[in-house]
């Protein structure tokens, strides 16, 4: 189990690189792949860092194999051959991987732990999606897990199993439920932070090598502040 940074370079957290995969530990505010803002995405530096590093000549390719919204943190796998991107995305599209997230929130779920279940709909307009109890036209089934691990000072830390990957879905169910998370004005909490990223961390990843067949199990620090802090 790796929980470290291995390297810290080009502005990256890399947590894990072989030849055929790169794990970074993604800042606030970095996008995953281009977009219409034009900012240049984490796929780019990442290549760039590889081209540096191997000093290899021309295009270098590299698969964006799942993605983390802009104001979260956490781990982000790519690819560094095709095969290890079919393979991958075939771990991810079957659920064969298991991604626990951590959440800060304000207001307590009603229970300790619990299973949520909801049929998330993508608003492609304005960039969310809602979760619904019952099912509703173009909605698709969302589920994950978590529990309260620990109370802090007028926040609540969770963690997050989730079973499903559908767009903003923690954001969405963890909103249905009442509870906001931490600087995530769209989904309802009261102000932003001042980063203007959400306390919503991929924390941890679990799947097996797409290539070697070794067990891997990643985990990647929380950023500096002090909430994350206290944990």
């Given at each position: 189990?790796?929980?470290?940074?291995?390297?810290?370079?080009?502005?990256?957290q890399?947590?894990?690189?072989?030849?055929?995969?790169?794990?970074?530990?993604?800042?606030?505010?970095?996008?995953?792949?281009?977009?219409?803002?034009?900012?240049k995405p984490?796929?780019?530096?990442?290549?760039?860092?590889?081209?540096?590093?191997?000093?290899?000549?021309?295009?270098?390719?590299?698969g964006?194999?799942?993605?983390l919204?802009?104001?979260?943190?956490?781990?982000?796998?790519?690819?560094?051959?095709?095969?290890?991107?079919?393979?991958?995305?075939?771990?991810?599209?079957?659920?064969?991987t298991?991604?626990?997230?951590?959440?800060?929130?304000?207001?307590?779920?009603?229970?300790?732990?619990?299973?949520?279940?909801?049929?998330?709909?993508?608003?492609?307009?304005?960039?969310?999606?809602?979760?619904?109890?019952?099912?509703?036209?173009?909605?698709?089934?969302?589920?994950?897990?978590?529990?309260?691990?620990?109370?802090?000072?007028?926040?609540?830390?969770?963690?997050?199993?989730?079973?499903?990957?559908?767009?903003?879905?923690?954001?969405?169910?963890?909103?249905?439920?009442?509870?906001?998370?931490?600087?995530?004005?769209?989904?309802?909490?009261?102000r932003?932070?001042?980063?203007?990223?959400?306390?919503?961390?991929?924390?941890?990843?679990?799947?097996?090598?797409?290539?070697?067949?070794e067990?891997?199990?990643?985990?990647?620090?929380?950023?500096?502040?002090?909430?994350?802090d206290?944990?």
């Open positions: 189990m790796s929980n470290k940074i291995i390297s810290n370079k080009n502005n990256l890399i947590l894990h690189e072989d030849n055929h995969l790169i794990v970074i530990n993604k800042r606030v505010g970095d996008i995953v792949q281009g977009d219409k803002t034009g900012d984490l796929s780019e530096v990442v290549k760039e860092y590889i081209k540096d590093k191997y000093n290899k000549p021309g295009e270098v390719f590299l964006v194999v799942h993605r919204d802009r104001p979260t943190t956490g781990i982000v796998v790519f690819a560094r051959t095709s095969k290890a991107l079919t393979r991958m995305n075939e771990l991810f599209s079957n659920r064969e298991q991604k626990t997230y951590w959440a800060i929130v304000k207001n307590k779920p009603s229970k300790e732990e619990d299973n949520l279940v909801h049929y998330i709909k993508r608003n492609e307009k304005n960039n969310t999606s809602k979760a619904h109890i019952k099912e509703v036209p173009e909605s698709k089934l969302a589920s994950l897990d978590y529990k309260i691990f620990k109370e802090l000072n007028n926040y609540f830390a969770l963690e997050i199993n989730l079973h499903t990957g559908r767009h903003h879905q923690i954001r969405a169910q963890l909103s249905a439920e009442g509870s906001p998370i931490k600087g995530d004005l769209k989904y309802g909490f009261d932003s932070n001042p980063d203007g990223g959400i306390h919503l961390h991929a924390r941890k990843l679990t799947f097996i090598h797409p290539v070697t067949k067990a891997l199990t990643l985990t990647a620090p929380t950023p500096s502040d002090s909430i994350w206290a944990l």
